[in-house]
């Protein structure tokens, strides 16, 4: 097989024309950084966890690229074309990835809670009361959905016209990925609610298969692409991290986070991201297999 892309976190082979197959590694990455760490069983996680949640969306009746797993981190898909120049893409594009994450938010936390602080969003453009202060961990009034670009050097956010231009999509399409992910967030927050776990925001990514349906690529409900929180802890009062949201922190209260943000809010050369201490790797590599038992209800053996 042929190596294709080599992203953060995984590879994509060629298998065929029509087929490719992932390859979840065990590094790690937060802020488009890739941390200088391997976190034992990690890929084997997110495949096993990938492939999980696949098969529920089959059985809601959504299209998917899922086709099989070959190995504990390999994955074989449906292949899609990736076309990085927006020009190239229209609304009669078709089979392609929409060049697109789409993220929708349940909860005040992660980078939201830090733009509302910051005063880039308002609280009543969340559906809080005006003058109202939200704070961490709070839930929201109506759930909040943005997208970012996916084949950028360091992901943005975009409007929703910019997306429809750089995505080739219809309204009709737009709203149909904004119904979709929802409703998959939906049948997520149920099952994981009665494994003790809250799902707190996700991002999903789609592609427009060779007929212009939709179908849910990449992978997601994971470890890596959601936050989840410890349902008992949260109702003590806690927002309990079990998810990469741990590592993000962990980055936060070394300072380094802010560094990185200074640096590129004044284009200057970035640091370079330190790796993780022993102790704390082994507390990342815990919670990525505890949380697939508790994502799945299989055991990681």
């Known amino acids: 097989m042929k190596l294709l892309r080599k992203g953060k976190v995984k590879e994509v082979w060629e298998v065929s024309d029509t087929e490719l197959e992932f390859v979840f590694t065990d590094q790690i990455s937060v802020f488009d950084k890739i941390i200088p760490s391997l976190v034992p069983r990690k890929g084997e996680t997110l495949c ?19 086709k ?13 074309d990736i076309i990085p120049n927006y020009s190239r893409i229209s609304t009669s594009t078709s089979n392609y990835l929409i060049p697109l994450e789409l993220i929708t938010r349940y909860y005040v936390a992660g980078s939201l809670h830090d733009r509302i602080k910051a005063g880039k969003i308002e609280p009543q453009d969340l559906g809080f009361p005006k003058g109202h202060k939200p704070e961490y961990g709070e839930k929201l009034p109506d759930p909040f959905f943005e997208q970012t670009t996916k084949l950028e050097k360091v992901d943005r956010p975009v409007n929703r016209e ?9 309204r009709r399409d737009y709203e149909e990925v904004r119904e979709t992910a929802m409703r998959i967030d939906k049948k997520v927050r149920e099952d994981v609610r009665g494994r003790g776990l809250i799902h707190v925001d ?24 959601d936050r989840f929180w410890d349902a008992k802890e949260y109702e003590n009062g806690k927002c309990v991290e079990l998810s990469k949201e ?20 004044k284009k200057r050369v970035e640091p370079p991201i330190p790796a993780l201490p022993p102790d704390v790797l082994t507390q990342v590599s815990s919670l990525y297999a505890n949380l697939y038992e508790r994502l799945t209800g299989e055991m990681l053996v």
């Open 48 to 66: 096993r966890t990938s492939a999980h949640w696949f098969k529920v969306c089959e059985e809601m009746g959504m299209s998917t690229h899922f």
């Open 246 to 265: 741990f590592v993000r922190q962990y980055y936060r209260s070394t300072g380094y986070y802010a560094k990185l943000m200074a640096a590129r809010e």
């Open 202 to 225: 996700g991002k999903k990514e789609f592609a427009l298969d060779a007929r212009r349906e939709l179908m849910i690529v990449d992978t997601f409900g994971t470890a890596d692409e």
């Open 68 to 80: 099989e797993v070959t190995a504990p981190n390999k994955m074989r898909v449906t292949r899609v």
């Open 162 to 170: 910019e997306a429809l231009r750089i995505a080739g999509l219809t």
